[in-house]
Structures are given as structure tokens and as C-alpha cells.
């Protein structure tokens, strides 16, 4: 039963998957393709000027950049559109799945089925899981195979890792979604509320060492990346929050009258 109930939330959320995949492949084709423009824009760059530039830190990082197309792929991707992109379709998901199918009145029917509400909310937050790392995991492979067709090197392994350490911190930031889009609130409403939480869990990274602190943050994996650290740490974290999260959400979505 719970792989029928499964197989309708795949159904119901067919459009993510599509407008998913569509823009994280377009976004793979742009990051990859724009390096190169990138590069010959930074080398008409009079001297005098990239001088200055090296006088500020936004000015080295963007040198950086161009000069490690690993990083250069990082930072387009683990540090920008994961979470830009992750965290919309995570709102996105979370509020269709249950605060919406609350508003229309059909989490009633959906329960009537021989299944416990346990085995239901399992179903439904395996399926929002699955349709993410669907969407982002495509995103990732593309990226790598693009760059590989344009002649980039990209170190597939270490950035595979890097995918799946942000996606556990993805998981986390869903599970929270979840729990509040079972509250009970019409779905705009839990949209603006889950954004407006995502908001306030972003405000560490701006805190110098409290950034570790973020979800956000964890979810660039820069930390293993870049510096070489050891994941397991980061992973761990997230795993025991989304156990925690999810905890509550079945402890809410057992006593909440549908």
C-alpha cells in the first residue's frame, strides 16, 4: 500500500521533476559554457585595475575563480544553486505535499487508506526526498559530464561527495518544511513562513565562526571541498537533525485533525 500511496505523490508532484530538471540542466549548460566567457573578460582587464581588484577580497575571490575551474564549479553550484534552487523546491514540495492537500481537504481521503499515519507521512517524505535527490542529483552528473565535453578537469569523486553532503543538509532544511507546513496554515502562508525560517537560518553564515552554525552553510560543503575535511562530521549532524525533525513530524502529523 505505501508503494501505491508513494507511486500518487510522484504523480502529484510530476511537474516539479520536469521544471526541476529543466532548470538545473540549463543551469549546468550556463555555469559550465560562462567559465570561459568569465576567463576573457578577467584577462581585458587593464593591469592597473586588477591591481586595485586584488586590494579587496571579492576582488581575489573572483580570481580564484577563474583561475580553478573545481572551485570556479563549487561555488556555482554547492555554494549558490543548491541552496538557491534547493531551498525553493524544498518550500515548494513541502507546502504541496501538506499544506496544500490540507487546504483542498483530500489529506482526509488520503488517510482513510489502510495505513497508519506513521507509514503515510513515511511515504509522502520519502517521495519529497526522492524527487530531490532526482532533481539535484541529475543537476550534479550533468554538470560533471558537461564539463568533461568542454575539456574542463573536475575532480568527479571529491564533487560527488561534496552533492551528497549538501543534500543531507537539504534533507534537514525539508524535514523542518514539513513540520511546518503540517501547522495547519493555508499553503501561501507556510511558504512565506518556512522561506522567512530559512531566512533567519541563513544570518550565521554572515557571523564569522558562528557560520558553522547554518544549514546553509553546511549544505556548501566547502568545508570538505576545499579544505579536505573529514565529511562523516557534517554528515552525522545532519542525520541526527533530520532524525529529530522528523520525530516531531510524525509525533504532529499522528494528532493533527485532517
Same mark, same amino acid.
Not at 66 to 93: E, R
Not at 207 to 232: D, E, K
Given at each position: 500500500?505505501?508503494? *501505491?500511496?508513494?507511486?500518487?505523490?510522484?504523480?502529484?508532484?510530476?511537474?516539479?521533476?520536469?521544471?526541476?530538471?529543466?532548470?538545473?540542466?540549463?543551469?549546468?549548460?550556463?555555469?559550465?559554457?560562462?567559465?570561459?566567457?568569465?576567463?576573457? $573578460?578577467?584577462?581585458?582587464?587593464?593591469?592597473?585595475?586588477?591591481?586595485?581588484?586584488?586590494?579587496?577580497?571579492?576582488?581575489?575571490?573572483?580570481?580564484?575563480?577563474?583561475?580553478?575551474?573545481?572551485? +570556479?564549479?563549487?561555488?556555482?553550484?554547492?555554494?549558490?544553486?543548491?541552496?538557491?534552487?534547493?531551498?525553493?523546491?524544498?518550500?515548494?514540495? &513541502?507546502? $504541496?505535499?501538506?499544506?496544500?492537500?490540507?487546504?483542498?481537504? #483530500? $489529506?482526509?481521503?488520503?488517510?482513510?487508506?489502510?495505513?497508519?499515519?506513521?507509514?503515510?507521512?513515511?511515504?509522502? $517524505?520519502?517521495?519529497?526526498?526522492?524527487?530531490?535527490?532526482?532533481?539535484?542529483? &541529475?543537476? #550534479?552528473?550533468?554538470?560533471?559530464?558537461?564539463?568533461?565535453?568542454?575539456?574542463?578537469?573536475?575532480? *568527479? @569523486?571529491?564533487?560527488?561527495?561534496?552533492?551528497?553532503?549538501?543534500?543531507?543538509?537539504? *534533507?534537514?532544511?525539508?524535514?523542518? &518544511?514539513?513540520?511546518?507546513?503540517?501547522?495547519?496554515?493555508?499553503?501561501?502562508?507556510?511558504?512565506?513562513? #518556512?522561506?522567512?525560517?530559512?531566512?533567519?537560518?541563513?544570518?550565521?553564515?554572515?557571523? @564569522?565562526?558562528?557560520?558553522?552554525?547554518?544549514?546553509?552553510?553546511?549544505?556548501?560543503?566547502?568545508?570538505? +571541498?576545499?579544505?579536505?575535511?573529514?565529511?562523516?562530521?557534517?554528515?552525522? &549532524?545532519?542525520?541526527?537533525?533530520?532524525?529529530?525533525? #522528523?520525530?516531531?513530524?510524525?509525533?504532529?502529523?499522528?494528532?493533527?485533525?485532517?
Amino acid at each position: 500500500m505505501i508503494k *501505491a500511496l508513494m507511486a500518487k505523490e510522484w504523480r502529484q508532484l510530476r511537474w516539479v521533476w520536469v521544471i526541476g530538471g529543466v532548470l538545473c540542466l540549463v543551469t549546468a549548460v550556463l555555469t559550465v559554457a560562462f567559465y570561459g566567457t568569465l576567463g576573457q $573578460m578577467i584577462e581585458e582587464i587593464p593591469p592597473e585595475v586588477l591591481d586595485v581588484l586584488l586590494r579587496y577580497d571579492a576582488g581575489q575571490q573572483l580570481l580564484t575563480l577563474v583561475a580553478s575551474f573545481d572551485v +570556479y564549479l563549487w561555488s556555482q553550484w554547492n555554494a549558490k544553486n543548491m541552496i538557491q534552487l534547493g531551498s525553493l523546491f524544498v518550500i515548494i514540495i &513541502a507546502t $504541496m505535499q501538506f499544506a496544500q492537500e490540507a487546504g483542498k481537504k #483530500t $489529506m482526509g481521503f488520503y488517510l482513510t487508506r489502510p495505513i497508519s499515519r506513521r507509514e503515510g507521512l513515511a511515504g509522502k $517524505m520519502l517521495s519529497g526526498l526522492m524527487a530531490l535527490g532526482a532533481v539535484f542529483g &541529475a543537476g #550534479t552528473l550533468a554538470l560533471i559530464l558537461l564539463s568533461r565535453l568542454f575539456g574542463y578537469d573536475v575532480p *568527479a @569523486g571529491r564533487f560527488l561527495v561534496a552533492f551528497l553532503v549538501g543534500f543531507c543538509w537539504m *534533507a534537514v532544511f525539508y524535514a523542518l &518544511a514539513v513540520r511546518i507546513s503540517i501547522g495547519g496554515l493555508e499553503p501561501v502562508l507556510s511558504a512565506v513562513i #518556512t522561506a522567512a525560517v530559512g531566512l533567519g537560518l541563513s544570518l550565521p553564515i554572515f557571523a @564569522g565562526s558562528w557560520r558553522v552554525l547554518s544549514i546553509f552553510y553546511q549544505m556548501r560543503a566547502g568545508g570538505y +571541498y576545499l579544505q579536505g575535511q573529514n565529511p562523516l562530521w557534517s554528515v552525522s &549532524a545532519a542525520l541526527i537533525l533530520f532524525s529529530l525533525l #522528523t520525530l516531531l513530524n510524525i509525533r504532529a502529523f499522528s494528532r493533527k485533525d485532517y
